[in-house]
Nanobody, 117 residues
Framework: QVQLVESGGGLVQAGGSLRLSCATS????????MNWYRQPPGKERELVAT???????NYVDFVKGRFTISRDIPKNTVYLQMDGLLPEDTAVYYC???????????WGQGTQVTVSS
């Protein structure tokens, strides 16, 4: 059974940093595609960052240069380092795994990030 558990959210002032973690189990996450999504209040869920099986990364424009996605394969964990946080980064952040083999999507429960101005 695939499980994704996020942690590391919280309240931070604008300009601050947070590091989100996504602990995975029940799957060899490193051969799949791992994503971080977020859902701001009253808005749709949106993709933030991706790390693929080869370790390549992609970011949406509004986080480029501020956020970094990475992984620790022995720890089965994916991270999202968020620096230079802005109030508009306030959202629930979700870890997501997309199976390369089946296309199935798996989600964590989400972690709240609140950035005060």
């Amino acid at each position: 059974q695939v499980q994704l558990v996020e942690s590391g959210g919280g309240l931070v002032q604008a300009g601050g940093s947070l590091r989100l973690s996504c602990a995975t189990s029940g799957v060899h996450f490193a051969i799949n595609i791992m994503n971080w999504y977020r859902q701001p209040p009253g808005k749709e869920r949106e993709l933030v960052a991706t790390i693929n099986a080869g370790g390549g990364t992609n970011y949406v424009d509004f986080v480029k240069g501020r956020f970094t996605i990475s992984r620790d394969i022995p720890k089965n964990t994916v991270y999202l380092q968020m620096d230079g946080l802005l109030p508009e980064d306030t959202a629930v952040y979700y870890c997501n795994l997309r199976s390369v083999r089946t296309g199935d999507m798996y989600w964590g429960q989400g972690t709240q990030v609140t950035v005060s101005s």
